[in-house]
């Protein structure tokens, strides 16, 4: 009677180790995930912040392009619109990437633009900000990777639902904004060229006028 008394109680020991040891592996993982996630969010405020210095910089020398700059400033404010699930801010900042791209493939009509020290230094930024990003984001989709297959997972997922964690969303560019940037100018509208971008209007020039060679209607006999 003792000794079955005794085996009941460290099988009640154990299952109750075995639970703790769960319950706390799922909360270590899903404090990791927003760790994880305060990161990204961190250096995300940091490229907004970023490109809104490079759009007011690309005014200065291509305040035409105003299609462009505008869809760089709506992509912007809906990104940093706040309270938005990673899957949603994914969304979001890929269509913030898609604009900008567009923003600097314009920037190559202006070769004033491109060799100011400050836009290059802002691209600089912005480069050394998306490589921290893409690392963050790297290191939140393992751990969340990590977190969803414990919540679903036997004996696991029973522990997960007492302790009330459940699965997070993963931060991932949809397929669809991983195409090529394309440079919509169909947006602009009587706009000048890039050569007027000064504020005074380029004269049109005119090509060349190559004179036709004269002819002779006599032909030069051949000479010996």
Same mark, same amino acid.
């Given at each position: 009677m003792i000794t079955a008394l005794i085996v009941i109680v460290v099988i009640i020991v154990a299952l109750a180790l075995v639970f703790v040891s769960m319950y706390n592996g799922l909360i270590k993982l899903r404090n990791l995930v927003h760790e994880a996630w305060a990161q990204i969010d961190t250096e995300l405020k940091r490229r907004h912040d970023l490109i809104g210095n490079l759009v007011e910089t690309v005014k200065g020398y291509a305040a035409h392009e105003r299609g462009t700059l505008e !869809?760089? *400033?709506r992509a912007r404010a809906a990104a940093m619109t706040p309270g938005q699930a990673p899957d949603q801010m994914a969304k979001s900042e890929g269509e913030l990437t898609q604009a900008l791209g567009r923003l600097l493939a314009v920037a190559e009509a202006y070769p004033d633009l491109k060799a100011n020290q400050n836009f290059l230094a802002l691209q600089q930024e912005l480069t050394g900000t998306e490589d921290r990003i893409a690392s963050a984001r790297r290191y939140y989709n393992a751990n969340v990777r990590e977190?969803?297959?414990k919540v679903e997972s036997v004996p696991t997922n029973f522990v997960a639902? *007492? =302790?009330?964690v459940t699965k997070e969303p993963y931060f991932d560019i949809p397929d669809s904004q991983? !195409?090529?940037v394309r440079v919509d100018f169909g947006q602009r509208q009587d706009i000048p060229p890039p050569g007027s971008y000064t504020g005074?209007? =380029?004269p049109a020039v005119e090509p060349p006028r190559v004179d036709p060679a004269p002819q002779s209607d006599q032909i030069d006999p051949p000479r010996a």
């Amino acid at each position: 009677m003792i000794t079955a008394l005794i085996v009941i109680v460290v099988i009640i020991v154990a299952l109750a180790l075995v639970f703790v040891s769960m319950y706390n592996g799922l909360i270590k993982l899903r404090n990791l995930v927003h760790e994880a996630w305060a990161q990204i969010d961190t250096e995300l405020k940091r490229r907004h912040d970023l490109i809104g210095n490079l759009v007011e910089t690309v005014k200065g020398y291509a305040a035409h392009e105003r299609g462009t700059l505008e !869809d760089v *400033m709506r992509a912007r404010a809906a990104a940093m619109t706040p309270g938005q699930a990673p899957d949603q801010m994914a969304k979001s900042e890929g269509e913030l990437t898609q604009a900008l791209g567009r923003l600097l493939a314009v920037a190559e009509a202006y070769p004033d633009l491109k060799a100011n020290q400050n836009f290059l230094a802002l691209q600089q930024e912005l480069t050394g900000t998306e490589d921290r990003i893409a690392s963050a984001r790297r290191y939140y989709n393992a751990n969340v990777r990590e977190l969803n297959t414990k919540v679903e997972s036997v004996p696991t997922n029973f522990v997960a639902g *007492m =302790a009330g964690v459940t699965k997070e969303p993963y931060f991932d560019i949809p397929d669809s904004q991983r !195409d090529p940037v394309r440079v919509d100018f169909g947006q602009r509208q009587d706009i000048p060229p890039p050569g007027s971008y000064t504020g005074t209007d =380029a004269p049109a020039v005119e090509p060349p006028r190559v004179d036709p060679a004269p002819q002779s209607d006599q032909i030069d006999p051949p000479r010996a």
